[in-house]
């Protein structure tokens, strides 16, 4: 880090803001590549093939309560919905597990 970069004690609030505003401006005129907008393509359910289920499977997280929810759908060829679930679990410690206990 460099020595215009370290903030010194006794600075005070409207130095330091001074500092960062003209580290942005800095930034934003050596930064000029031009960029091109991303455009996602826009993809929508699509339905398994005939005599075939199709399953959806999320979970979420609600860490107020210590909780999570695990969500299932489960269509056919048609898009209509022959099973779900939705419930309600103790947080359990990553997320990769709240998926995995929707997918189980």
């Not at 590549?33 to 093939?49: K, N």
């Not at 939705?86 to 997918?103: D, K, Y």
Request: hydrophobic share 35%.
């Amino acid at each position: 880090m460099c020595n215009s970069c370290e903030v010194t004690p006794g600075v005070t609030l409207v130095k330091l803001h001074q500092r960062a505003r003209e580290r942005v401006s800095d930034f934003a005129q050596h930064n000029t590549a031009p960029t091109a907008p991303v455009r996602c393509p826009t993809t929508g359910w699509q339905p398994p093939e005939h005599g075939r289920y199709k399953v959806n499977v999320d979970g979420a997280l609600f860490d107020a309560d210590n909780t999570a929810g695990l969500g299932v759908v489960i269509r056919d060829e048609h898009g209509q919905v022959m099973a779900s679930l939705s419930e309600r679990i103790p947080l359990p410690p990553t997320v990769i597990e709240v998926e995995a206990l929707a997918a189980r």
